[in-house]
């Protein structure tokens, strides 16, 4: 069955790089969350989107921004990176209904 | 206060034995859901089961249940018979109210080792 893919698996950026992680949900999910996990951290939401539209916000900083196409791709769009970005990112994507299943991440190093 | 409270950061259990992973959770809407996810050292974030907080009966999937006590607010995860591919993270979670869309509210985590 096809499962949440994000793109890169890793990835490693210099301090004050821009990173994007692409997401591609599961076919027919219209919802898609993103999380970032620190190192021994639980998830930390970010955002969502229902629709394409944005749909909650989390703890997200105002260097990121996020959206979802009209493929329901969605992309997190990092700038001015820091070292504190260093994190696995989560895409989870869902429909109107229970659980959601989640990509197996991108881990993002800042250096 | 917490949302999701897992007391054992970190547990031991013998090859083969059950292993009960706690989770509590603290809400005031009626409706609502709760998730347990595995991460392996690997990092991906595993779905393994879900409990809505209308569904009469525990749910199971395989060798995993979820002993849900609504009135003490726990949802427990059971393993029965566990294999040494189950040393890992897991997490509880839980969605509230009957949103279309929805962020997790995660508890810390516990650590699960099984020994051979």
């Known amino acids: 069955a096809a499962g949440v893919i994000q793109s890169p698996r890793h990835l490693i950026k210099e301090k004050r790089e821009t990173a994007t992680l692409k997401c591609y949900p599961i076919p027919r999910h219209d919802t898609v969350y993103w999380y970032q996990q620190g190192p021994g951290q639980d998830p930390q939401f970010l955002i969502s989107?229902?629709?394409?539209?944005?749909?909650d916000k989390g703890s997200i900083p105002d260097r990121f921004s996020a959206q979802q196409f009209s493929d329901y791709h969605s992309e997190l769009n990092m700038s001015s990176l820091e070292l504190g970005d260093s994190a696995l990112y989560f895409c989870a994507s869902s429909t109107i209904t229970a659980e959601a299943f989640f990509g197996q991440g991108t881990r993002l190093t800042v250096v | 206060a917490q949302k999701i409270t897992q007391t054992q950061p970190g547990m031991f259990v013998q090859e083969k034995e059950a292993v009960t992973l706690d989770c509590t959770y603290d809400t005031s809407d009626q409706s609502y859901g709760l998730f347990w996810y595995k991460q392996p050292s690997s990092g991906e974030m595993i779905f393994l089961i879900y409990q809505g907080s209308y569904d009469e009966q525990n749910a199971t999937e395989g060798r995993y249940s979820l002993n849900f006590q609504k009135a003490r607010k726990s949802a427990n995860l059971v393993i029965s018979a566990s294999q040494l591919g189950d040393s890992a993270m897991y997490f509880c979670?839980?969605?509230?109210?009957?949103?279309?869309?929805?962020?997790?509210?995660w508890g810390a985590g516990t650590k699960l080792i099984i020994k051979p």
């Open positions: 989107f229902y629709e394409k539209m944005q749909s």
């Open positions: 979670a839980m969605r509230e109210g009957l949103r279309s869309n929805y962020q997790l509210i």
